[in-house]
């Protein structure tokens, strides 16, 4: 999303939590109605989407080989399996991913999904739609398009198959926080690109999306951070996910 020069000092900030089984809002604070990257976030939808179309079998199968020709990042030079790709975040997993499903197949399922603008045409930077369309490129969603979108997958109104639905389930992260809930979660990083195209590493924009449970009690949640300074150390999104598991039981203390 690009900005503006009067607005690019301004950082941007979203929470929003509502009820799985009834869609009422706990919680909103922030800039929640506009729409960003989803970078690794998307890892969610794409999971339902390989699952469902039996590309993906179970938590460890497949193991697909890493190549060096990729050329990614040290930490992502390895062997990896689904349950692998959703804890540390693999990109070129989900780059295989999305050229077995093919382009008539991926771009239904993002269309049937009802996925944020259901843009997979990819272009700016020079991104293509297939591999990279919602790294930085033509796909976004917000922060309250999210949630809502989780709150379909969890209820099962998706248009995946049950198993396709438990298995995603079970891949995804697990965070621990205080008074006993367990939160669920992706995170996704990336940065902003200003008006020329070009990647801004002065606007880091970091997510961390999924849903909490304690007891009986089931919420939906997004958190999206979008600052005006680089990051040297760790993550935006390690950031903003610890923020939240940190923030939530306050936030929806007394509900």
């Known amino acids: 999303m690009n900005v503006s020069p009067a607005d ?53 199968n497949p193991l697909w080989t890493y190549d060096p020709k990729l ?31 093919g382009k008539r197949a991926f771009a239904d399922y993002v269309q049937r999904f009802g996925y944020g603008n259901q843009d997979v045409s990819g272009g700016p930077g020079n991104t293509d739609g297939l591999t990279e369309s919602w790294l930085m490129s033509s796909l976004k969603i917000s922060a309250e398009d999210q949630v809502r979108f989780l709150r379909r997958f969890r209820t099962g109104s998706l248009p995946i198959s049950e198993r396709a639905r438990q298995m995603t389930e079970a891949i995804v992260p697990h965070f621990q926080a205080a008074d006993g809930w367990d939160i ?41 951070y979008i600052a005006n300074h680089r990051y040297s150390d760790n993550p935006i999104s390690f950031e903003t996910r610890d923020s939240l598991v940190t923030d939530l039981p306050k936030l929806v203390e007394g509900r």
């Open 71 to 101: 050329k990614r990042p040290q930490r992502e030079q390895k062997d990896t399996d689904p349950t692998i790709w959703e804890r540390d975040s693999i990109v070129w997993f989900s780059q295989a991913l999305t050229r077995k499903l």
């Open 8 to 60: 690019a000092a301004d950082p941007i900030r979203c929470t929003v939590i509502i009820d799985e089984k009834t869609g009422e809002t706990i919680y909103r604070q922030g800039n929640c109605d506009q729409g960003f990257y989803p970078q690794s976030t998307f890892k969610l939808p794409l999971a339902m989407m390989g699952y469902d179309a039996g590309i993906l079998v179970d938590e460890h």
């Open 184 to 224: 669920q979660g992706k995170t996704g990083a990336g940065w902003l690109r200003n008006t020329a195209g070009k990647t801004n590493y002065e606007r880091p924009l970091g997510w961390f999306v999924g849903w909490a449970t304690r007891g009986d009690r089931r919420l939906i949640f997004a958190r999206l």
